[in-house]
Nanobody
């Protein structure tokens, strides 16, 4: 059974930083593309960043230059380093592990940016 667990959320002031972690267990981590998504209150869940099995990365335009996604296969973990946080980054952040034949979601971690 694959499990995806996010951590690292919290409350930070405008301009601050947070690092989110996504730990995946129960599957061959190196075979999974990992994505971070977020859902703000009253809005749909949107893609934020992805990292492929070979380490290639993509980002939504609004976070480019501020967020960095990385993976450490030896730790079965993907990180999302978030710098220069803005009020509009406030959301629940979800991690998705896509093994190709099936994908799995975590429960999410709340990120709140305050003024």
């Amino acid at each position: 059974q694959v499990q995806v667990v996010e951590s690292g959320g919290g409350t930070v002031q405008d301009g601050g930083s947070l690092r989110l972690s996504c730990a995946v267990s129960g599957g061959t981590f190196s075979d999974a593309a990992i994505g971070w998504y977020r859902q703000a209150p009253g809005k749909q869940r949107d893609y934020v960043a992805t990292i492929s099995i070979t380490g290639g990365t993509t980002y939504i335009d609004s976070v480019k230059g501020r967020f960095t996604i990385s993976r450490v296969n030896a730790k079965n973990t993907v990180y999302l380093q978030m710098n220069s946080l803005k009020l509009e980054d406030t959301a629940v952040y979800y991690c998705n592990a896509d093994f190709g034949w099936r994908s799995y979601w975590g429960q999410g971690t709340q990120v709140t940016v305050s003024s």
